[in-house]
């Protein structure tokens, strides 16, 4: 049986086809345009202006005054600006919606506001509502259209200073003034697709009153993620970044093309046409595969004219799409449990599409896991022979098979065709060898990692006896939604106590590294073997200070600036393999690795003062090394401990679910019942089911 994707937040029917129309897009264009940055055009006084993107030159370039900043909106008279040609290209390239920045980080709106001057109608000599004419193409021309709305103003007076991170806090009268901008926004111009907030750093509060204002003013519209406090409709991957790994909430990647800006920039380097094409091609692929939207950025001049050079890509990638889009819009996610060296994989309409990126030497596309006959064919028909192997099935490339673009091959995916994973056989399912499914949460830019939200096993077997659930201290209380072999149930975690009986274990002392700029769910280095009497070999390592006079269960304070982190080094040293529980006190994120693995991670989506959480870690014999992140993302100092005197107790509880009819293999799945936020980390880490 073929199984795609996975569970979406709960939503009325209404929003959720609104959801899945937006997730079948697959692709859309993304334009930044703004009066003063697209005119400017990465120039100022007539010198180039290279750090940061083009946009944002008010902010890099340390010479701008506001006052001379505004003055250029008075050159800004687009007469190349076309919002019909604009939509146009949008199609011939094979997008199904446009996003707009109605208002960029310079604070400059694209549309006639109530409650600034600064937009151009009332600032430029254009005088005309450029959201307002391209929402009236949009509709003339049966085209979704999405906006791009910033949470920081540098041109606001309540706003916060301007940060390098962009970051800022946002007051409450620039909060008000949001509220109100995103209102004329969702009122004056027609149904919206999305709403793509960026940067800032809300409170949590700020975060759902502009969610519970765009839902209610335009139910059909989609949140970005971006909004931070985990109150997105989808998560944002960060810019152009590709993931190898399942996510499970509705997801968008948002690339340029270029990596260098993302607004006009006169003077930026194209490379070869063919190049870019396919570079931009292979990264709407990857996206679709993982079952994401692609959002393909163009900056327009300030004359309103596309530059040639990203016409002629996205006319390719148009091009492209016209034969082979199939497989791309309204598709599913590759159902295999791995990716393959040679392409991607996508489904749709139970046809399995194949995407030839690279030519494997012996001229083979290997396709484990597939059993029964199938019929690969390419677009104009061509049958392509199949071998049979021990794991799955071969695909036989001809010596007249090339790669001058990306070819795509399919098969259907009848009933006598079989895609199934590889199964493990073992007697617990971890979080060790689960398979971790995904989203991105945090409280804002600088603080999003990528967080777990469900676990799932693909195993050998059924069983007579019914599982029975182990887990600490630390997942007691929680309900979590339990699904096996089609078979769903909600368990409260309340079983009984069990003790565990480690072996002897001994705690060397503690030495401290830090402090880096660096955010959480990432490491500065390898934590493989440390030596603790070298500098961390990572580009401006630090040396591991001893701590001699640190003790395990006392709580420390360190003095640290936001973004940064300390990490604290303790060997272990146990006479066999033991499983021992460990409780950690931290101010903010904290990140927990064992002999360079990572075993926990999270942010603090609540802001609270400390946190503190039991973890069951399997040592091995001998000497172990234990890392912990501690990483800050707000405070000036930040509270850390490691506690290894405490009761050495797990819980369990028998799962009262059936196996259902026997079978090779069975599919189990865990995740939060009803969590706050489907991007939000259900923080199991401990979780275990024996079989």
Known sequence: MLCIGFGAMAQSSKASQALQEWKDQKYSMFIHWGAIYSTLGGMWEGEKVSRGYSEQIRAHHGGIYSDNYAAVAKRFNPALWNPDSIVALAKAAGMKSVVITSKHH?????????YTKFNVVDATPYKRDVIKELSEACKRNGFKMGLYFSLIDWNYPQASPISESNSDPITPEHHQYNLHQVTELLTNYGPISELWFDMGS?????????ADLVHKLQPDCMVSGRLGNDAGDFCVMGDNDYPDYKIATPWQTPASVYDETWGYRSWQEHGKMEDKEHEKLVGLIKVVSRGGNYLLNIGPRGDGSVVEFEKEVLLRIGDWLKVNGEGIYGASANPFDHTFDWGEVTVKNDVVYLYVLKLPA????????????????DNAGKRFATKDTKEGKQIILPADFTLDEVKVLHFPHTKAVNISSKGINVPVLSRDNAVKHY?????????????????????????VKPPVLVYTEQEKGK?????????????????????IDPVAVSFGQMFLNGPYWSGIGWSNGDLHNIDPAQSWPVK??????????????????????????YYVLQEITAAKATPYVLRFTSGDGIQV??????????????????????LLVNLREGKNQLVVKFYNRFAEKTVFSIDKDVPQELYQQPLNISFGPKSVYSDMEVKLYQPVSPHRDMRLPSLMIRL
């Open 106 to 114: 310079d604070g400059f709106c694209m549309f006639k506001s109530a």
């Open 202 to 210: 809300l409170t949590r509060t700020q975060s759902k009153e502009l």
């Open 362 to 377: 012996d001229r083979v596309l290997d396709l484990k896991g597939v059993s029964g006959s199938i019929k690969v064919t």
């Open 439 to 463: 989203s991105i949460s945090g409280a804002d830019y600088n603080s999003y990692y990528r967080s777990t939200v469900a676990y799932s096993w693909h195993f050998a077997g059924g069983r």
């Open 479 to 499: 309900t979590i939604s339990v699904s096996l072999n089609g078979n769903e149930q909600q368990v409260l975690l309340n079983g009984s106590v069990t003790r």
């Open 540 to 565: 401006n390592g630090k040396v591991w200070t001893a701590q001699p006079s640190w003790k395990n269960g006392e709580q420390y304070e360190l003095e640290v600036t936001p973004d940064h982190s």
């Open 593 to 614: 690795f064992l002999n360079g693995e990572e075993q926990a991670v999270h942010n603090n989506p609540s802001r609270d003062t400390l946190q503190r959480e039991y």
